[in-house]
């Protein structure tokens, strides 16, 4: 493959991210779900979080599998599996449990497997702009929801929402077996002609090859694993309460709740590719450090932000910051343990993502309830933050290979 067509590759990648990050969209059938089969928000959100939470685990085996039989076969597997989770999910008719089974257990370990191939293929052929390209892929994943949210609440309409699961896993599968095929690895050694790295960018790498065992024997794959976390935790507790958060702090009505919720979600999108793009001339830790400074101040003011508009700006911003953790994170994996194993390595990582999913949310929901405002959560949270700022500055590339 040419120097020219990696491009056409990222954009296969981004493409296949944005199949992926239809998942994001799920909230839409809460509420038919509910309706149509007398089961509470609950019980329907609980098909996200089985599914979220088998993600990273899938991630991990996806990129183990990655490295011994290549990216395409891994990609092709997991498409397969998250459409036909979706497809399965048309039956699930008055059965909860085959919800469970279907889109969350099913769907999540196709959506899981898939998800780690453009980012461990990109960053192999993008040594030169590893922030970027990885911003790239990932941006993809947040944008999925953009364009799943306004098409499934069409089909739910017009064909029910059962039938919409048919579609749509259909959409899927074709979109990210089509996608997938295209995925493999440069050759051993390959870089961009002409290309050297900077004395910055020497700096910040380790200039080896790590496998996984031996990234997993260095404090910094662990750092950079709470890196994800907090910054996921942070951001993901907004999301789980942006409507309700909005309604509360601004007075705003449900209709127009929602439409700060969905300008808000762009910045989830916008941030994976911000963040990502600036870490390659900022390094990966200071793109980190700002974000979770930035934070601090935002989350601490959000409690008495009463203007709409304002709050809305507020939201998309810290959704920017959230983006701009998974955006940056596969970069800087790359950066410390070389690219030969990032499959597994930051595979293994994204176990911090199911975490965070659960910790966050219960965070300021448990909050929330317990004062009856959202004021103190948002600022312990922004606590955390600003304790978190040591991190980033902290972590170094790791001085010597570990077999």
Request: hydrophobic share 55%; with cysteine; glycine share 12%.
């Amino acid at each position: 493959m040419s120097t020219t067509n990696r491009w056409g590759l990222a954009a296969a990648g981004f493409v296949m991210q944005m199949a992926l990050g239809a998942v994001y969209a799920w909230s839409v059938f809460r509420i038919p779900l509910a309706k149509q089969f007398h089961w509470s928000i609950a019980e329907v959100t609980l098909t996200f979080t089985i599914c979220i939470s088998v993600v990273g685990v899938a991630a991990f085996f996806g990129g183990l599998w990655l490295n011994k039989k290549g990216p395409r076969v891994v990609a092709l597997a997991g498409g397969f599996l998250y459409g036909l989770g979706a497809i399965l999910a048309s039956f699930s008719a008055d059965r909860l449990w085959w919800l469970y089974v279907s889109y969350g257990f099913v769907g999540g370990v196709g959506l899981g497997l898939a998800y780690i191939v453009p980012v461990a293929v990109l960053v192999k052929w993008f040594p030169d702009r590893r922030g970027l390209i990885t911003g790239i892929a990932v941006g993809g994943f947040g944008a999925g929801a953009l364009v799943t949210a306004p098409v499934a609440t069409h089909l739910i309409q017009t064909v029910g929402v059962l039938q919409t699961f048919a579609y749509l896993g259909v959409a899927y599968l074709v979109i990210t077996m089509a996608t997938g095929y295209m995925m493999q690895n440069p050759p051993d050694g390959w870089k961009p002609a002409g290309w050297t790295p900077t004395a910055t960018q020497s700096a910040q790498r380790a200039g080896k090859e790590y496998t996984l065992a031996g990234a997993l024997k260095t404090w910094q794959w662990w750092a950079l694993w709470l890196l994800l976390f907090l910054n996921t935790s942070a951001g993901i507790s907004v999301i789980s309460q942006e409507s309700p958060m909005f309604q509360e702090i601004a007075k705003a009505s449900v209709a127009v709740a929602a439409g700060m919720v969905g300008i808000a979600s762009i910045g989830n999108a916008a941030g994976r590719v911000f963040w990502a793009w600036i870490s390659d001339t900022i390094t990966r830790r200071w793109a980190f450090a700002v974000m979770f400074l930035l934070q601090v101040g935002l989350f601490w003011a959000l409690p008495s932000i009463t203007s709409v508009a304002l709050l809305t700006v507020v939201s998309f911003i810290v959704l920017m910051c959230y983006g701009g953790g998974f955006g940056t994170l596969p970069a800087f994996a790359a950066d410390y343990f070389g690219s030969k194993n990032v499959g597994p390595i930051y595979g293994l990582m994204l176990t911090a993502w199911g975490a965070a999913s659960a910790f966050g949310p219960l965070l300021i929901a448990h909050m929330r309830q317990f004062t009856g405002n959202y004021a103190s959560g948002l600022h312990v949270i922004a606590i955390i933050m600003a304790i978190s700022i040591l991190l980033p500055i902290l972590v170094s590339p790791p001085k010597a290979p570990i077999a």
